[in-house]
């Protein structure tokens, strides 16, 4: 079964400082993708940053990296140099190769203070 | 550059009331997806498509109904609205392989009253 696992549901990160927010997953799909998402107050999900199961590197895009630690099961999001904009909730999502569903976690809720 | 399309975007229901949940896509994907947000459980997954014609069970599918007649078009089917069924209701599109990203609507805020 998937499972994705994140267990802070509020966090604090005072601007300019950098924030890590927890996820783990269990599968048993040799090849699979993490996914992060944003969802601001308006609603829309957006999407962040992929790492595949494969990838030897660990991703960034922009202000954004994922610090992937496959052995643990562990794929969480770097947020550096937080910024009011950051508030949001932020979604770990999970994709397996086999019959391409998303999985995802219940969310961690981020508030930047200035 | 639609992208992902859902209507309506807010609707109230009595309950017993039925209801369709439109999602279309102009990206040619073969995959698409409905979800539900409700507070502290992230996303649940509905129903799914892996193609034009097909839909398959998610977590969650008691009291839904889907169809997708057409690879644009991805219905969600309220038969008889139960105030359990009030939720943020997301449709979500992506093509295949484990290494792309789901792209999704704006959400649909549903209330059964």
């Known amino acids: 079964a998937q499972k994705i696992t994140q267990t802070q549901p509020g966090m604090f990160v005072q601007e300019k400082e950098a924030v890590t927010l927890d996820c783990t997953y269990d599968t048993s799909d040799p090849s699979y993708g993490l996914f992060w998402y944003k969802q601001p107050s308006s609603g829309e999900m957006i999407f962040l940053i992929y790492?595949?199961?494969?990838?030897?590197q660990n991703a960034t895009e922009g202000r954004y990296s994922l610090n992937f630690q496959k052995a643990r099961k562990s794929a969480n999001l770097v947020i550096s140099a937080s910024q009011l904009g950051d508030s949001a909730m932020y979604f770990c999502?999970?994709?397996?190769?086999?019959?391409?569903?998303?999985?995802f976690g219940s969310g961690t809720k981020l508030n930047v203070k200035p | 550059n639609a992208g992902v399309t859902q209507t309506p975007k807010f609707r109230v229901l009595k309950t017993g009331q039925s209801m369709t949940l439109l999602c279309a896509q102009d990206m040619n994907h073969e995959y698409m997806y409905w979800y539900r947000q409700d507070p502290g459980m992230g996303l649940r997954l509905i129903h799914y498509?892996?193609?034009?014609?097909?839909?398959a069970k998610g977590e969650v599918p008691d009291g839904y109904n889907v169809s997708r007649l057409k690879k644009q078009n991805f219905l969600l089917g309220l038969e008889s609205a139960a105030p359990s069924q009030t939720s943020v209701y997301f449709c979500a599109s992506g093509s295949g392989g484990a290494n792309t990203e789901a792209f999704f609507g704006q959400g649909t805020r549903l209330t059964v009253v």
């Open positions: 790492q595949g199961s494969y990838d030897q």
């Open positions: 999502a999970m994709r397996g190769h086999n019959f391409n569903k998303f999985y």
């Open positions: 498509s892996v193609g034009e014609g097909t839909t």
